[in-house]
């Protein structure tokens, strides 16, 4: 960690993390920065081993982003190599040469084709990735391959996250237990430059490649999708997912074959886990802010309308400052240009309905919900009364610590 | 004025109004509050007065809004009734019989028909308008009508700006010199609830209904529309203009006859110093932003791109701290969803050119760029390299204040 900021109060213990049979991971120190910590990572898979994404929706993204991209089609993986200190970004050619050039070392030290080696950077934008640096930094951690430190490789991952952010879970998968554990440095501490989430889950299933990134679409449609800090998207921005097979599971093909459902449901468990730690890191977040619509003409309205209110400034500030506010929960559905009556939205902070019907409830009691926004877990509740669209997202507060560590920082 | 807040830093000295013929104005004070100050304000335009309007694009309107949307196809007014301290939106059926009412009470004292009375409303929201008030505020400021104080008025419908804004122009339409005025209350400090920009633009000319409203809407789309303070939108958002046909041109029915374009132009200029007004007391705003964008597909696009960029809380944390980072607009570019190629892209602050085909320039120097930044009117310039389309916008940074005034006070 950059050591610079507080560790968030939202922050959760690291877990217990067992490894995954297929994965070995080294860590490595090079000077990106002026960091004495490691900050490469390099993963090795087992031959086989079943690789799914997804990156950023941003038109600018850095050559990683689109090295993964032009990879993923292939679907399989043999080494994953992370940058923490550069994120490579807007460096045009000089840094799309670099990224291959990096690539083509993890290649060569594991025997393995560059289409089959992932990349992925953050820190600095528009500086291209030394080079130098970038083959030593891959040495390196080659030989410090091991079977896992995860927390090691949590840290190395990490720019100024301000706490390691890691989950597992485990699912029974034809006969077999099968391990899923992620790792992901947040887009919370983002000083001195910019927002960068990366994700990296890793489990021993066997699964067919098609399969494995339909499941991840599903569980990031409904967890990295439905989380925000401040509504700002990284160039950078990538989950990636390796399926080892290691487990010996009879080789998942489609969601009809028995243990698809239990794997797909512990993916987007860990997902959730790992997109909510995120949201624990947001800069100078003080509360963990999760908002349920319900009763919206479909599901993409939902979450178009629970964006819109977790993305808003003044609600955001509004929670920050235990006031209890519904007049901008209000505004907010009502500026998501989704369909919205008035007269029948309902609101809730908490477990107290505050509005319905278009109107405050009659006798309305402000101390349960102030007492509820005192706390750090907020929960609002909206529901539209028009049909059954419901989501759920996840947000932070907005307070003073945002605009330290966003203006007072210089990089 | 509230009082509570200090002046915006932006501000700008109240301008010297001329009268405009046709329009009578009275201020009066009632409780809405514990102000002592005027908050009602009555508007009586001579019979004849055309009115056009924009009303803001929640989904959750005022009843002030709903009614204003429901009579404005009538194309004519002969009153106007502003109320400070009490939005009366989310108030349900008591709020809309008390908007019905104190209109109703307007209709009666003007003599006039209802159907022309037109409202707006800003301050706390979920409180019905308390009738009596309501209704007493309009006798009272009947009872005060004059040839119009300008900077009494402004003041009457501010809530918590830090400064009247207004602003006038005129046009040579038909041979006559017509007079614009406009008066403006802003989204800016808009503790303890919520944002409500509120707009009058008054004016002698002489024009047909059609043709003003058409008028208007292109002087919204690129004024008040190309501004943002933090992306929220309130519920009562209002802009209406009124002319009163006094200045004896020869009435403008299309934008053929001679001297349209002048008084359209005028219009758009107006429209663009209250705009910018309004963002100069934005909430805590230290800094003015002009965010250009030019080479977008279409003007469409590149209004949704420079409202990315302007909306984005990292750029406007950045330029609060005189951070030249300009990674943080090659993000907000990115995330707009619209046509982009990172290798086309150029960026300027000020005028310096700093980024370009998709990395930063050789040689680039922060020297002059931080002096830019250190003024308190930052411009932004982004190049696509794609297509015709540009738009301009304009808002201000994201500083302590903000959330000093949304966070830390409580309603």
Redo the contacts between chains.
């Keep these: 960690m950059a050591g610079a900021m507080e560790t968030s109060p939202l922050a959760l213990p690291f877990p217990d993390l067992a490894p995954i049979s297929g994965v070995r991971i080294g860590t490595a120190s090079v000077p990106y920065k002026n960091w004495t910590r490691d900050c490469v990572t390099l993963v090795e898979f087992a031959p086989g081993t079943v690789v799914a994404g997804v990156t950023?929706?941003?038109?600018?993204?850095s050559p990683e982003v689109e090295l993964c991209r032009a990879k993923l089609p292939g679907g399989r993986a043999r080494g994953l190599i992370v940058n923490a200190g550069n994120s490579n970004?807007?460096?045009?050619?000089?840094?799309r040469a670099a990224a291959e050039a990096q690539a083509a070392r993890v290649a060569q030290v594991l025997g393995c084709d560059a289409a089959q080696v992932f990349s992925a950077s953050t820190g600095v934008?528009?500086v291209p990735l030394p080079v130098a640096l970038a083959l030593d930094g891959v040495d390196k951690a080659h030989a410090r391959l091991g079977t896992g430190d995860w927390l090691a490789a949590t840290n190395a991952i990490g720019t100024t996250d301000t706490f390691p952010k890691a989950a597992s879970t485990s699912a029974m998968v034809g006969g077999r237990r099968v391990t899923l554990v992620g790792i992901i440095k947040g887009s919370g501490m983002?000083a001195p430059?910019?927002?960068t989430m990366l994700g990296f889950i890793f489990t021993d299933a066997a699964i067919a490649p098609a399969l494995w990134q339909q499941m991840l679409n599903a569980a990031v449609a409904e967890t990295f999708n439905c989380i925000t800090v401040?509504?700002?998207?990284?160039?950078s921005d990538t989950v990636l997912a390796f399926a080892t097979g290691a487990a010996g599971n009879p080789e998942l093909a489609s969601m009809d074959d028995a243990g698809a459902d239990a794997l797909a449901a512990a993916l987007t468990d860990l997902c959730r886990q790992l997109a909510i730690l995120v949201v624990r890191d947001g800069e100078g977040a003080q509360k963990l802010i999760e908002v349920t619509v319900t009763g919206a003409v479909d599901v993409a309205s939902a979450r178009r309308i629970a964006m819109s209110i977790a993305?808003?400034?003044?609600l955001k500030?509004?929670i920050?400052?235990g006031?209890a506010?519904?007049?901008?929960v209000?505004?907010?559905?009502?500026?998501?240009?989704?369909?919205?009556?008035?007269?029948l939205?309902s609101i809730r902070f908490g477990e107290t309905l505050v509005?319905q019907?278009?109107?405050?409830v009659p006798g309305y009691d402000e101390a349960p919900v102030a007492a509820h926004l005192a706390g750090q877990e907020v929960r609002i509740g909206v529901d539209l009364g028009l049909g059954p669209g419901r989501a759920r997202v996840w947000t932070c507060?907005?307070?003073?610590g945002?605009?330290?560590i966003?203006?007072?920082?210089?990089?």
Tied chains: 1, 2.
């Design positions: 950023t929706q941003s038109k600018c993204p970004a807007f460096t045009g050619a000089a840094g934008i528009g983002i430059d910019m927002a401040d509504s700002d998207t990284s160039t993305n808003s400034p003044l500030t509004a920050a400052g006031d506010n519904w007049g901008r209000v505004m907010a559905v009502g500026k998501a240009g989704e369909p919205a009556e008035r007269d939205l509005a019907g278009g109107a405050v507060d907005l307070t003073h945002y605009i330290s966003n203006a007072d920082y210089r990089s």
